[in-house]
């Protein structure tokens, strides 16, 4: 049964920071990319990072470059994403993905979420 399970999520002030896991299991995690999504109330549900299989490529929007990292280990089959200098309008809950295409256009696995909310 493949899962992708968040975690981290939580309420942190302005300019504060916090770290994301997307832990995984269930398939053959070497070989995907998993990529972090968001959505907020009202809202579309928007691309925040990607990290390829071998880790060699990072994607990310101009609204988090420089403010967001992703990262994985994979030992422990799990994605990390790094959010530092946080802003109000970085509240929404994240999801992550998984992906045999780099661009993680259209997932074909994504987990249940896990909440952000930023104060201003």
């Known amino acids: 049964q493949v899962q992708l399970v968040e975690s981290g999520g939580g309420l942190v002030q302005s300019g504060g920071s916090l770290r994301l896991s997307c832990e995984t299991s269930?398939?053959?995690?070497?070989?995907?990319?998993i990529a972090w999504f968001r959505q907020a109330p009202g809202k579309e549900r928007e691309f925040v990072a990607a990290i390829n299989w071998s880790a060699s490529r990072t994607y990310y929007p101009d609204s988090v470059k420089g403010r967001f990292t992703i990262s994985r280990d994979d030992a422990k089959n799990t994605v990390y994403l790094q959010m530092s200098s946080l802003k109000p309008e970085d509240t929404a809950v994240y999801y992550c993905?998984?992906?045999?295409?780099?661009?993680?256009?259209?997932?074909?696995?994504w987990g249940q979420g896990t909440q952000v909310t930023v104060s201003s």
């Open positions: 269930g398939f053959t995690y070497d070989y995907y990319a």
């Open positions: 993905a998984a992906d045999l295409s780099d661009d993680v256009v259209d997932p074909l696995w």
